[in-house]
């Protein structure tokens, strides 16, 4: 079984470490503990690995935050990962720091990181 996890986040030097990156800063940690290394890849920073059978794919796009959708197509279809096993953190302001949710559905909530996927795909 294949899975796509998207850290979402901008680039540059004065994004780092900003509640908007969280989703790099969560995919840095784990691929930390688990000794994964990032590549420089088309359309983002990939790195590979597989749990317990399953291979994960983590991606860290390099386009900015509003055109994630692009990188995220790419490497779906790269990887021919289907949609339902795709995972993307984001930052909401609408919950306390700290705090995760899981959604398999529902709107955007106003981030527009999560708006072009959902365009795109």
Known sequence: M???VVGLGNIGSEY??????????VLDAFAKAS???????RYGFVANTSIKG???????PSTFMNLSG???????QKKKIPLENVLIIVDD???PFGT???????????HN????IAQIL
């Open 2 to 4: 294949k899975y796509l």
């Open 16 to 25: 780092h470490n900003t509640r908007h990156n969280i989703g790099f800063m």
């Open 35 to 41: 000794n994964i290394v990032f590549t420089d890849s």
């Open 54 to 60: 399953r291979q994960l794919t983590l991606l860290k």
């Open 70 to 76: 692009n990188a995220v197509r790419y490497w779906m």
């Open 93 to 95: 302001i609408a919950l």
């Open 100 to 110: 995760l949710r899981l959604k398999s559905k529902g709107n955007d909530a106003g």
């Open 113 to 116: 990181g999560l708006r072009h």
